[in-house]
Nanobody, 134 residues
């Protein structure tokens, strides 16, 4: 059973930095999508960054150039480096994982790109709070 546990959240002032970590013990998929999502009070959960098993990354426009997602494979840890934080980044942050979708095409099997869609991820952590004050 995969267990994802986020850590590293906290309170910072606008312009500050935080680094979130998420050990992904128990998740043994070799071809995977892993992502970071966030949910602000009164809003839907949104995907902000994803990385696949080939190292390809995807970001939502609002965090491009400020956040960096990475995965340390030997340590089975997913990370999110957040710089130049803004008050609108305040939210509960979640890490998530899933097997990368595989399709069979005319030329054989191929993997689909990872998405930032909540429903495409089946394994979730409990979340860590990030609060950015102005």
């Amino acid at each position: 059973q995969a267990q994802l546990v986020e850590s590293g959240g906290g309170s910072v002032q606008s312009g500050g930095s935080l680094r979130l970590s998420c050990p992904t013990s128990g998740y043994t998929g070799n071809s995977y999508c892993m992502g970071w999502f966030r949910q602000a009070p009164g809003k839907e959960r949104e995907g902000i960054a994803a990385v696949d098993s080939d190292g390809t990354t995807t970001y939502v426009d609002s965090v491009k150039g400020r956040f960096t997602i990475s995965r340390d494979n030997p340590k089975n840890t997913l990370s999110l480096q957040m710089n130049s934080l803004k008050p609108e980044d305040t939210a509960m942050y979640y890490c998530a994982a899933n097997d990368r979708p595989l399709r069979i095409g005319n030329r054989g099997p191929y993997y689909l790109p990872c998405t930032l869609t909540v429903d495409d991820y089946g394994y979730w952590g409990q979340g860590t709070q990030v609060t950015v004050s102005s």
